[in-house]
C-alpha cells in the first residue's frame, strides 16, 4: 500500500486564472488591447448552457471580453459559418469557440474547419493538429493542456516516463498523446479493442482515463506507485435513483495503489476552463505581434 496524493486541480486551476488575470492586465497596459473570447452556443443543451455561462464569468474575471452568441437550435449549418467567418474578421475577437455538441443536421467538423486556426482557442483545426503533430508551435486541445500541466506540477521533468493514454478522440487522446511525446515520454494509445488492456495499464508510470467509461480502469490495473489522470466525467444513476458524477477509474480502487490521482470531480475539469483563458491570451498576444 502507497498514500496516495489527490492531485488538487480545482486549486491549481485557481492559481492558473490569477496567473493570466495578471498578464492580461500586463497585456493590456502594454498594448491597449483587451483579449476577447467569441463563444457560439447553439441550441439549449442544459449542460452545455451552464459550461458557456461559467466561461463567461471566468473570462470577465480574467479582465477580457466575453462575447456570446446565443442561436436557436434551429439556426442552420450556413447560418452558423456565416457568423464564424464574420468573427473571423473582427479585430476585437482574438478567440473562437463552438460549443459541442452541435444538433444533429450541422456538420461539427465543417464548423470546426471555418474558424480561423489563430482564432481556434479549442485547439481542434486541422492546422492547429498537424502543427502539434510535428512540433510546431499550435493552440492546443484545452483538456489535454491542463493534464500536461497537473502532471508536470507533480513529477516534474516527465522525460523518460512511460506513459499510457487509454481512449483515441481528436479532443483529447490523439492531441494528449502528442503533448506527452513532446515531453520525452514513452507514449501508447490505448483504447476499448486493445488486446490485454489491463495489462497494458499496468506497465504505465502515467495512466490517462479518456475513454468515456465510467469507473472502466479498476484498481488493479495501476502499476504501484503511477500518476493517475482521470480524465472521463460520467453520470451514474445510483440504487436509490440519485446521481453521482464518476471518472474512468474506479477511484476507491486506485486508492493505496496509485502515487497520485486526480479526483472526479475537481481534478482535471477546472483546469479545462482556466487553460482555454490561457489560449484566449495566447492568441490575442499573437496576433496583436503579427
Not at 107 to 119: C, E, F, N, R, W
Given at each position: 500500500?502507497?498514500e496516495?496524493?489527490?492531485?488538487d486541480?480545482?486549486?491549481?486551476?485557481?492559481?492558473?486564472?490569477?496567473?493570466?488575470?495578471s498578464?492580461?492586465t500586463?497585456?493590456?497596459?502594454?498594448?491597449?488591447?483587451?483579449?476577447?473570447?467569441?463563444?457560439?452556443?447553439?441550441?439549449?443543451d442544459?449542460?452545455?448552457?451552464?459550461?458557456?455561462?461559467n466561461?463567461?464569468?471566468?473570462?470577465?474575471?480574467?479582465?477580457?471580453?466575453?462575447?456570446?452568441?446565443?442561436?436557436?437550435?434551429?439556426?442552420?449549418?450556413?447560418?452558423?459559418?456565416?457568423?464564424?467567418?464574420?468573427?473571423?474578421?473582427?479585430?476585437e475577437v482574438?478567440?473562437?469557440?463552438?460549443?459541442?455538441?452541435?444538433?444533429?443536421?450541422?456538420?461539427?467538423?465543417?464548423?470546426?474547419?471555418?474558424?480561423?486556426?489563430?482564432?481556434?482557442?479549442?485547439?481542434?483545426?486541422?492546422?492547429?493538429?498537424?502543427?502539434?503533430?510535428?512540433?510546431?508551435?499550435?493552440?492546443?486541445?484545452?483538456?489535454?493542456?491542463?493534464?500536461?500541466m497537473l502532471?508536470?506540477?507533480?513529477?516534474?521533468?516527465?522525460?523518460?516516463?512511460?506513459?499510457?493514454?487509454?481512449?483515441?478522440?481528436?479532443?483529447?487522446?490523439?492531441?494528449?498523446?502528442?503533448?506527452?511525446?513532446?515531453?520525452?515520454?514513452?507514449?501508447?494509445v490505448?483504447?476499448?479493442?486493445?488486446?490485454?488492456?489491463?495489462?497494458?495499464?499496468?506497465?504505465?508510470?502515467?495512466?490517462?482515463?479518456?475513454?468515456?467509461?465510467?469507473?472502466?480502469?479498476?484498481?488493479?490495473w495501476?502499476?504501484?506507485?503511477?500518476?493517475?489522470?482521470?480524465?472521463?466525467?460520467?453520470?451514474?444513476?445510483?440504487?436509490?435513483?440519485?446521481h453521482?458524477?464518476?471518472?474512468?477509474?474506479?477511484?476507491?480502487?486506485?486508492?493505496?495503489?496509485?502515487g497520485?490521482?486526480?479526483?472526479?470531480?475537481?481534478?482535471?475539469?477546472?483546469?479545462?476552463?482556466?487553460?482555454?483563458?490561457?489560449?484566449t491570451?495566447?492568441?490575442?498576444?499573437?496576433?496583436?505581434?503579427?
Amino acid at each position: 500500500m502507497v498514500e496516495t496524493r489527490i492531485i488538487d486541480g480545482k486549486a491549481f486551476a485557481e492559481n492558473l486564472r490569477k496567473r493570466v488575470a495578471s498578464d492580461v492586465t500586463a497585456f493590456h497596459a502594454a498594448t491597449g488591447v483587451t483579449p476577447g473570447l467569441a463563444v457560439v452556443l447553439v441550441g439549449e443543451d442544459p449542460a452545455s448552457s451552464v459550461y458557456v455561462r461559467n466561461k463567461g464569468k471566468q473570462t470577465v474575471e480574467a479582465g477580457m471580453a466575453s462575447i456570446e452568441h446565443k442561436l436557436p437550435a434551429t439556426t442552420s449549418q450556413a447560418e452558423l459559418l456565416a457568423l464564424i467567418a464574420t468573427l473571423n474578421t473582427e479585430k476585437e475577437v482574438h478567440g473562437i469557440l463552438v460549443q459541442l455538441p452541435l444538433p444533429a443536421h450541422i456538420d461539427a467538423q465543417a464548423v470546426l474547419s471555418t474558424i480561423d486556426p489563430a482564432k481556434d482557442v479549442d485547439g481542434f483545426h486541422v492546422v492547429n493538429a498537424g502543427r502539434l503533430t510535428v512540433g510546431l508551435d499550435a493552440l492546443v486541445p484545452c483538456t489535454p493542456l491542463g493534464c500536461v500541466m497537473l502532471l508536470k506540477d507533480q513529477l516534474g521533468s516527465l522525460a523518460g516516463l512511460e506513459a499510457v493514454v487509454v481512449g483515441r478522440s481528436n479532443i483529447v487522446g490523439k492531441p494528449l498523446a502528442q503533448l506527452l511525446l513532446r515531453e520525452d515520454c514513452t507514449v501508447t494509445v490505448a483504447h476499448s479493442r486493445t488486446r490485454d488492456l489491463p495489462e497494458v495499464c499496468r506497465r504505465a508510470d502515467i495512466l490517462i482515463g479518456a475513454v468515456g467509461r465510467p469507473e472502466m480502469i479498476r484498481g488493479d490495473w495501476i502499476k504501484p506507485g503511477a500518476t493517475v489522470i482521470d480524465v472521463g466525467i460520467n453520470r451514474v444513476t445510483l440504487a436509490d435513483g440519485k446521481h453521482r458524477l464518476v471518472g474512468d477509474v474506479a477511484f476507491e480502487e486506485a486508492q493505496g495503489i496509485a502515487g497520485a490521482i486526480t479526483p472526479v470531480p475537481g481534478g482535471v475539469g477546472p483546469m479545462t476552463i482556466a487553460c482555454l483563458l490561457a489560449n484566449t491570451l495566447t492568441a490575442a498576444k499573437r496576433q496583436v505581434e503579427a
